[in-house]
């Protein structure tokens, strides 16, 4: 039983390009969320989606930053001209359902580092 | 204010003895969820133990448990036994309401395991 899926694992990009990440949730999960890790601090959220569409971006920035959950296929996040600031581990998470009791599983992460 | 407080950024522990970290937190919701993960240099966040604010016993998972206090609103995590292999940074994480879209994750607590 494959837990959650992230790909890659780490990439490098040279500020102005774009990074594109990818997250596939465990089966049976419809619920993905991601996150953002900045050195030495705590997960901060980004965004909740369901298959094709978006429920929670309220932690996501304004402008670069996108995200998609296709009916087929992963979960994209999408930075657009990225910047120095933006290097940090980006995590994403599944659940089967949605509520406060249900856990969050977390893939490997994705550590962005922006030259 | 923050959701979730974690004072120890680090923690020492003799090998074979019982580790506490804590976790307060602060929410106005009747119904929420306590989690803790583990965070190893390896990056990856693995779930540990959940605690539902309606569950009167304190939850345990083998070698973790979570010492749940409602009114003081604290919910430490109590690692008995420790093993070199516990040596790793520990979060505790909330998730508000019947339908909370997000964890708020805490800062972290470095926890060594000294030989």
């Known amino acids: 039983n494959a837990g959650v899926m992230q790909n890659p694992r780490h990439l490098v990009r040279r500020r102005g390009q774009e990074a594109r990440l990818r997250c596939s949730p465990m089966k049976g999960h419809s619920h993905v969320y991601w996150y953002r890790q900045l050195p030495e601090e705590g997960l901060k959220f980004m965004v909740y989606l369901q298959k094709e569409n978006i429920i929670d971006e309220s932690g996501m920035p304004k402008e670069r930053f996108s995200a998609e959950f296709p009916k087929e296929g992963p979960s994209i996040l999408r930075i657009q001209q990225v910047v120095r600031g933006d290097s940090a581990a980006y995590f994403c998470?599944?659940?089967?359902?949605?509520?406060?009791?249900?856990?969050?599983?977390f893939g490997p992460g994705t550590r962005l580092t922006v030259l | 204010a923050q959701k979730i407080t974690q004072t120890q950024p680090g923690m020492f522990v003799q090998e074979k003895e019982a580790v506490t970290l804590d976790c307060t937190y602060d929410t106005s919701d009747q119904s929420y969820g306590l989690f803790w993960y583990k965070q190893p240099s390896s990056g990856e966040m693995i779930f540990l133990i959940y605690q539902g604010s309606y569950d009167e016993q304190n939850a345990t998972e083998g070698r973790y448990s979570l010492n749940f206090q409602k009114a003081r609103k604290s919910a430490n995590l109590v690692i008995s036994a420790s093993q070199l292999g516990d040596s790793a940074m520990y979060f505790c994480?909330?998730?508000?309401?019947?339908?909370?879209?997000?964890?708020?994750f805490g800062t972290g607590t470095s926890l060594t395991v000294i030989p």
């Open positions: 998470a599944s659940s089967p359902q949605q509520g406060s009791t249900d856990t969050q599983y």
């Open positions: 994480a909330m998730r508000e309401g019947p339908a909370g879209n997000q964890f708020y």
